[in-house]
């Protein structure tokens, strides 16, 4: 992989690009251009070429990508060729409907002691993520206790966190953390809208 700056947009339309290749993969499409590809994202093929151009060369000139290929390709790109071990704090509604999500079910994302959920106290996010090698830690709960879980996470030594609160997290700048806030993404969607009145 080259060693360049690539922009966080570029890598969330690479996450874009495997779910469709993968869906096209299924119907049994062997090739598929760089515009059959952005017509189904919703993207340019410019954009695309310049997306997968940060990481390599891909697909042959005239003929297009080879669709297994290229989706194995940005699969391990985006470190999805192996299984990421997560642990969960929050089983209320969200939580819950998380641990069911087809998307998890199908990727590589295994959430921890998922068909005996153990209901643990949060001190005990240290012995869970070293014994069963968590190196992701989800929040799905209220926001007042957002802080406190996420200082657990970082002392118990995960990698990520995935945060479904509105929380700004205090965190450590090794630890990546990605934010979750669908009133966030409510609020873009209705200044589009109101753009279009």
Not at 41 to 46: D, T
Request: overall charge positive; some cysteine; hydrophobic content about 45%.
């Amino acid at each position: 992989m080259k060693s360049v700056n690539i922009p966080a947009i570029a890598v969330q339309r690479l996450t874009l690009y495997a779910r469709n290749l993968a869906l096209l993969d299924q119907k049994g499409m062997e090739v598929v251009s760089s515009a059959g590809l952005a017509d189904i994202c919703g993207v340019n093929p410019a954009q695309i070429r310049k997306d997968l151009g940060y990481f390599g060369q891909f697909g042959i000139r005239g003929v297009g990508y080879y669709v297994k290929e290229l989706a194995y390709e940005i699969r391990k790109i985006l470190g999805l060729e192996k299984e990421w071990r997560l642990a969960l704090v929050g089983v209320g509604n969200l939580g819950s409907a998380l641990l069911r999500h087809a998307q998890f079910l199908d990727q590589s994302y295994t959430f921890v002691q998922v068909g005996q959920i153990t209901v643990a106290p949060v001190k005990a996010l240290k012995r869970l993520v070293k014994d069963k090698g968590v190196e992701i830690g989800v929040i799905a709960i209220g926001p007042r206790w957002a802080q406190q879980v996420a200082d657990e996470f970082v002392g118990a030594g995960v990698r990520g966190i995935l945060n479904f609160t509105p929380v700004q997290l205090r965190c450590p700048s090794d630890l990546h953390v990605e934010n979750v806030d669908f009133t966030r993404m409510l609020d873009m969607l209705c200044y589009r809208l109101t753009l279009n009145q």
